[in-house]
């Protein structure tokens, strides 16, 4: 058999390499999970958790009964926050293109980037509103911090990131009842890190109910009732970021509001900042 010359073993090299080259390049946009959040490859951790709220709110099964695949739909969206969230699952994610997880196929993560892109609406005042009204205090919400305890073992830290419509200056109490009480039915685990937690948040003082902001006829009270649900996140939070949670605290429907014919749209980080500034000079003037 002839044996190949040197220039043609290093053609041969060449075009290997560039063939290996061109398939790392394409093995992680080929079920990019990046894609399904809708963020660049680039994208700080705010903004993943930002996408992943927006786009949880949508698929929560709560939302969709007439969705036999909702449960699982939500499951995998858990699944690519539980990659992209972590920075080291997300490194070896970023190099590899692999999730290392069976639940994360091609097939699914496609699929979890078409339904969004099929169902994305812009999310109003309004919604939050009636979605937080309905859902804080509910069997689901409760459903809901037991699975992401369990899931996130313990680090409420983590919980308050990832359940919907949560402050951690309001609901930490609250939390902290139901899940001792959870753990004392032998429901739920005591992890040390949750110990630890409720030990720091047991000496604080519980907060006081605050009721729920009628809706405003004008445009100020619609603010009012808006920013009231988040104020408080908003201190320990990017203030476009804490928008985001609250915006993603409903998921759209088909139905347009009946209501206005308005389109709504989101704030402005100036009209964000300005409402916040005017939602606790009013709270500072009623404690007076």
């Known amino acids: 058999m002839p044996r190949k010359s040197k220039r043609a073993e290093r053609k041969q090299d060449d075009e290997e390499e560039a063939t290996s080259k061109e398939a790392a390049q394409e093995a992680p946009t080929s079920a990019s999970l990046y894609e399904v959040l809708g963020v660049e490859r680039t994208a700080t951790h705010e903004e993943i958790r930002k996408a992943y709220h927006r786009l949880a709110l949508r698929l929560h099964p709560d939302k969709n009964p007439g969705d036999q695949n909702a449960k699982e739909k939500f499951q995998a969206l858990q699944d690519v926050i539980a990659v992209l969230g972590d920075p080291e699952k997300r490194k070896v994610y970023d190099e590899t293109g692999s999730t290392e997880d069976a639940e994360l196929s091609n097939e699914v993560v496609q699929g979890l980037y078409q339904f969004f892109k099929a169902v994305f609406k812009p999310v109003t005042e309004d919604d939050i509103e009636e979605f937080a009204a309905s859902y804080q ?150 404690g007076k």
């Not at 609901?171 to 030990?199: C, P, Q, T």
């Not at 009270?221 to 649900?229: D, K, N, V």
């Not at 139905?255 to 749209?265: A, I, M, P, T």
Request: with cysteine; glycine share 4%; charged share 35%.
């Open 137 to 286: 205090g509910s069997e689901s919400e409760t459903q809901d911090l037991k699975n992401l305890y369990t899931k996130c073992k313990g680090n409420m830290d983590i919980v308050f990131d990832r359940l919907m419509c949560s402050d951690p200056q309001q609901d930490s109490h609250r939390f902290m009842d139901l899940i001792n009480e959870a753990i004392s039915a032998g429901e739920l685990k005591e992890y040390d890190v949750y110990k630890r937690w409720a030990k720091k948040i047991a000496k604080k003082p519980r907060p006081v109910a605050q009721k729920r902001p009628k809706r405003g006829k004008t445009s100020e009270g619609s603010e009012a009732s808006l920013f009231a649900i988040i104020s408080n996140r908003q201190k320990q939070r990017n203030s476009m970021d804490s928008l985001a949670a609250a915006l993603e605290a409903k998921y759209s429907g088909n139905e347009k509001s009946k209501k206005s014919k308005v389109k709504h749209q989101e704030p402005s980080e100036e009209e964000f900042e300005a409402a916040q500034k005017r939602i606790a000079e009013r709270m500072k003037a009623r």
